[in-house]
């Protein structure tokens, strides 16, 4: 296993995983107009029953889980580079802390187009990765659960049963805040407002909703999983491998249905809102990461079975997911927001989604031709030759 780990030879599989998230990242943003909730009145009722069934379709899908897988394999890329420096002796912890502070300042990049995006979150959320480094597997995995099981709401649901009637102010900052500058037309306004309030209001979304406790957590589930190999379908690791991610989709796919059809009946037996947010986040947590589980599962099994012969040609897209995302958040608002076309203005959930499908036809596209000259994606060959400055 740890010639497989030490290689140069890429895990294909991660990679077309990570492409699958990227893609489903992609056709929810269209649809939500990159996080600007202005639509068309629409006419026609097939239309409109089209575009709400096509949201339903996609959310259900997708939201919440695209965005775990990114966080899952952002930890077991972590524990490659990591360990990989380790067993050339070389301490890659200052090296890391560097590399999140360039990912840091992508991210300042990208919320200028998109208000909304993860790149800050995960940069300022991959520090908790450096202390747990070289703990043991049983402690990080406890510390994971912890994480996992969203302490801080656990708090808050004391406080609502021991105050009934509080009801505490969670979002100080909303995306609402920026819709003036997302729909008027000056590019300079947007780029402000989206720095500051949309980041804020981005930032203040994932804490008060669960995601910074849920994404340290799958930092951490990432590295454990690298640790133990279970991304190396390879010779003698086959079965193990194989036989880990069948156990983890028999009991994912019982708990996300558990947890999906129970989740309105749990919502509707409490009337304060505090509380009923607090058990929200909880529930919708698990029910993502059930969820997550079973798709990365799935995905994998079906990998490995049919040698990605389909799966494949997501890898040059999963390769380069940094410069898909910043790309998408760029094209996205020029498409959308009111300094470009305004397609706000015309486009619903169906002709959103076409758009985002042909957007990601051409982004795999282009990806597929880069790797052909190419050994990293543009944005990527940028960090790692910064992450790596002043070593040969």
Known sequence: MSEIVHSKERILA?????????????????????????????????????????????????????YAIFALLFGFTFYLQFHNCEKRGEDFRNRYMWRLTLLLLFGFVNAIFFPGEILVLYA???????????????????????????????????????????????????????????????FWEMLKANFVTGQLASLNWAWSHGRVFQTAALFMLGMLLGRKGLFLYSGENKERVAAFWQRVAFLALPSAVILYYLKDFIYSQIENPFLKSSMRTIWDSWYNLSGMLLIVSGFLLLYWVNEGKVQKILVPYGKMSLTDYVMQ????????????LELHLVCGTTYSLLIGIVFLILQVAFAHWWFRHFRRGPLETIWHRLTWLGKK
């Not at 929810?28 to 949201?55: G, Q, R």
């Not at 659960?145 to 302490?151: A, K, S, V, Y």
């Not at 958040?329 to 470009?340: K, Q, W």
Request: net charge negative; aromatic share 14%.
């Open 329 to 340: 958040s760029i094209i996205g608002s020029l498409l959308y927001f009111g300094y470009g």
């Open 124 to 186: 300022l959320i991959g520090f908790v990765l450096v202390p747990v480094r070289h703990l043991k597997d049983r402690t990080v995995a406890w510390i994971a659960l912890i994480l996992m099981l969203q302490p801080l709401e656990w708090l808050k649901v004391l406080y609502a049963c021991l105050v009934p009637d509080a009801n505490p102010q969670q979002t100080y900052f909303s995306l609402g805040d920026v819709y003036l500058q997302l729909g008027g037309h000056s």
């Open 14 to 66: 991660v990679d077309a995983l990570r492409g699958f998230a990227v893609m489903s990242i992609i056709l929810l943003h269209n649809i939500e107009h990159f996080n600007f909730y202005s639509f068309p009145e629409t006419t026609s009722p097939l239309l409109s029953s089209l575009d709400s069934h096509l949201w339903d379709m996609l959310f259900f899908a997708f939201s919440g889980k695209a």
